[in-house]
């Protein structure tokens, strides 16, 4: 047997639960791996909320999580590249990774790079893909302007660092007690609320180029009074204004594989990207963590450790 997260209805976070469940075995051209460490996702909140039941319904029992990092502890028929001890890093696509033990396609793992610790290889994949393709869907290259909204969260720490490795300058858009940390990265901090539209304008009398929204509550129309684009603005969370304005939705399906998490994996093994975690839970304060990532006010990544 093996310990899992698991919920039986949609609701709020007393929905969830930590359930004994047989150990999974994988089939044909899979792996299993011993999590280590597994993120927790805004997307995975909607989802038990029901939030996006016309997009992703859930199948009760459900299980949640796509992001983990562990040792691989058994191999489908068919795997041969991969070895039982290999630290791997990786996603799933079946809401199963915040569990002891998660079974993934031997194609949607890859190797832990020296110098990326547990807690960042396991909380990469969902922000750090989502990252990547919304810095590529604006465009972002030396010379250009780019704001980004939710600057400090899980996907936005990481776009502000991916936009600037492009050469852009950066105006990350967060709370005072966040500026300290987007100035030591590179980029220029921006307080939200009432007058940002001003700020921003003082902070890039040159203008801006390009928009990334990870947070919503009206920022792609912001980005519009800016005078940006339509098409260089891409939003991952308020799919009704981009269906009105004809702007970007690129996110994570964009760029959901094992080469762009290698790739990004690297930049952190190297130094030149950094996972910001916010804390580590153990698996039975799943409720506590998501309370806290409800809150919307973490700076980087919350993680669970089974």
């Known amino acids: 047997m093996a310990r899992a997260i698991r919920f039986d209805e949609y609701g709020g976070v007393d929905v969830l639960r930590v359930a004994d469940v047989p150990r999974p075995a994988p089939g044909p051209g899979q792996v299993l791996v011993e999590v280590r460490a597994a993120g927790i996702n805004p ?17 009760f029992p459900s299980g949640q999580g796509s992001d983990f990092a562990g040792v691989v502890a058994g191999l489908g028929d068919g795997v041969e590249e991969i070895a039982v001890g290999d630290e791997v890093m990786g996603f799933v696509h079946t809401r199963s990774s915040h569990a002891e033990y998660v079974v993934a396609e031997a194609s949607d793992v890859t190797p832990r790079p020296d110098g990326v610790s547990w807690e960042a290889a396991g909380a990469l994949f969902v922000a750090g893909t989502t990252a990547y393709a919304a810095v590529a869907a604006v465009c972002a290259r030396e010379g250009d302007t780019v704001v980004v909204s939710g600057a400090a969260g899980g996907v936005g720490s990481l776009a502000v660092q991916l936009a600037l490795l492009a050469g852009a300058k950066v105006i990350g858009l967060a709370g005072p007690a966040n500026h300290a940390w987007l100035h030591e990265m590179g980029a220029l901090p921006v307080a939200y609320g009432e007058g940002v539209l ?109």
């Not at 909140?45 to 996006?52: D, E, K, P, Y």
Request: proline share 5%; aromatic share 8%; net charge neutral.
């Open 43 to 59: 997307g995975e909140a909607s989802i038990r909320q029901g939030f996006l039941h016309e997009r992703w319904p859930a199948t």
């Open 198 to 306: 001003e700020r921003i304008k003082e902070a890039a009398p040159e203008g801006v180029h390009a928009f990334v929204d990870t947070f919503g509550s009206g920022y792609v129309e912001l980005a519009l009074h800016l005078g940006i684009h339509p098409g260089r603005i891409d939003t991952i969370i308020d799919f009704e204004a981009a269906a009105k304005y004809n702007v970007k939705t690129e996110g994570n399906t964009a760029a959901a594989s094992a080469g762009v998490l290698r790739e990004l994996s690297l930049l952190v093994g190297k130094g030149l990207l950094e996972v910001p975690i916010a804390r580590v839970y153990p698996l039975d304060e799943v409720r506590e963590a998501y309370r806290e990532l409800e809150r919307r006010h973490t700076r980087g990544k919350i993680v669970l450790r089974p």
